[in-house]
């Protein structure tokens, strides 16, 4: 059925068909800068329109396959990629059931089929009058017993469903929605060993473009870089290597009769690019820990490790190592999520690290330096004023990202 046929179907029941990528506050318009990068590059035949803006962490396209495996396989700095298939006015359960299974008989997409196990999973539905159990168990019971009424068997299999489906209110509606990747986004596989207060692997990819990190011709350094999950992210976000190793793939790579399948891109869409991080650790044990994911990841290449104070890493030494790597770089970029003092509970024993951030930083003039920290004196210990200021989310901290020309 033509693309024009089915929406309409859709449209009189309630039902959807569209790309959701959900991520952190304030990551709306870096999702979407990202998504437009990556499947201009995988795709030459698709255009990505403007997408609407859902909320405070994501946006909206019509749903195209190609732009949809896209995202599921490279898009870093989003947490959820979701197919919508339905959206409904926030109602009782009962009027909820009814809906739901009208929708899915008139749906003429094939996104399940006979065999297929599933699990329901409910996100930010504390909107919806009936608790997260009550919503989760009747939006499954409406899929399996409209599906058993065609003669297709579902059944439920919490830990590894073929179909995972998510379910949360939006604007005020309840959003049922396929997960494509079926697990989180930021587990991509490669860190298997993690320092105290991880950075999170979508929130660190997102830094990376907030500070505009150019892979073909600057140099990326991380002072303290813990386990090295932002080096790490801006090496695989440089090559265009898809998100997930270990042996990890989107559940959508194992549908079988669905609308939608995989489309089939390159497995690197940067290949001629060989980005240069340079990653220090002042803890010896954080390095090891941190070549070890790089090498998960696939990317140790990219990366020269340094351990010592920050102190000890001057623009002498970076031009020194980029030498040796055959480099030439025009310039670089300072990224780091330093130590907050949440942990000791005195947010003050952190300003005579900042100050001295400051100082050293000034050194790499031409550079630029990006921050995510939760301090709210950054920006004058720092000792200058930051181009850009964004708010974001570190876990449950309010944190800010500050980006500055040294």
């Known amino acids: 059925m033509a693309e024009t046929s089915v929406n309409e179907a859709l449209a009189s029941s309630g039902g959807r068909n569209q790309l959701r990528l959900v991520g952190v506050a304030g990551a709306n318009r870096v999702m979407a800068g990202e998504l437009s990068r990556l499947v201009r590059r995988a795709h030459d035949d698709v255009r990505v ?25 490279f898009h870093r700095t989003s947490a959820r990629v979701l197919w919508e298939l339905y959206r409904f006015p926030i109602s009782r359960l009962e009027e909820l059931y009814k809906r739901l299974c009208l929708a899915l008989e008139a749906d003429p997409r094939q996104w399940f089929w006979s065999g297929a196990t599933l699990s329901v999973r409910a996100f930010s539905v504390q909107g919806f009058p009936a608790g997260e159990r009550q919503v989760v168990g009747t939006v499954k019971n409406a899929i399996i017993e409209t599906a058993a009424r065609a003669g297709i068997e579902l059944s439920v299999e919490p830990e590894t469903p073929d179909l995972n489906v998510d379910v949360r209110v939006v604007d005020e509606a309840l959003s049922i929605a396929l997960d494509l990747a079926g697990q989180p986004m930021h587990q991509r596989g490669y860190r298997e ?9 979508d929130l660190a990819a997102m830094l990376v473009m907030l500070a505009r990190y150019d892979s073909r011709s600057e140099v990326l350094l991380d002072p303290m870089a813990g386990s090295g999950t932002i080096g790490i992210e801006a090496a695989l976000m440089g090559l265009g290597k898809p998100i997930w190793c270990q042996g990890r793939v989107p559940s959508c790579s194992g549908w079988r009769e669905t609308a939608i399948s995989l489309a089939p891109v390159d497995s690197v869409l940067f290949p001629g690019t060989q980005p240069l991080v340079i990653l220090n650790e002042g803890e010896a044990q954080l390095v090891q820990s941190a070549n070890h994911n790089a090498k998960l990841a696939g990317v140790s290449e990219c990366i020269e490790f340094l351990t010592g104070d920050f102190s000890q890493v001057t623009p002498e030494l970076v031009a020194k190592v980029a030498a040796k790597r055959g480099a030439d770089p025009r310039g670089g970029v300072i990224l780091c999520n330093p130590p907050y003092g949440e942990r000791l509970g005195n947010k003050e024993s952190v300003r005579p690290l900042y100050r001295e951030l400051g100082r050293w930083c000034r050194t790499f003039r031409g550079w630029r330096a990006g921050f995510l920290v939760s301090h709210e004196n950054f920006e004058f210990d720092f000792g200058a004023r930051a181009r850009l200021k964004k708010p974001l989310k570190n876990g449950p901290l309010d944190a800010m990202f500050y980006l500055f020309d040294l």
């Open 193 to 201: 060993v993690a320092g105290p207060a991880p950075l999170r692997e």
């Open 49 to 73: 329109p403007e997408p609407k803006k859902e909320g405070p962490g994501a946006i909206s396209y019509p749903f195209d396959p190609k732009m949809a495996s896209t995202a599921v396989q």
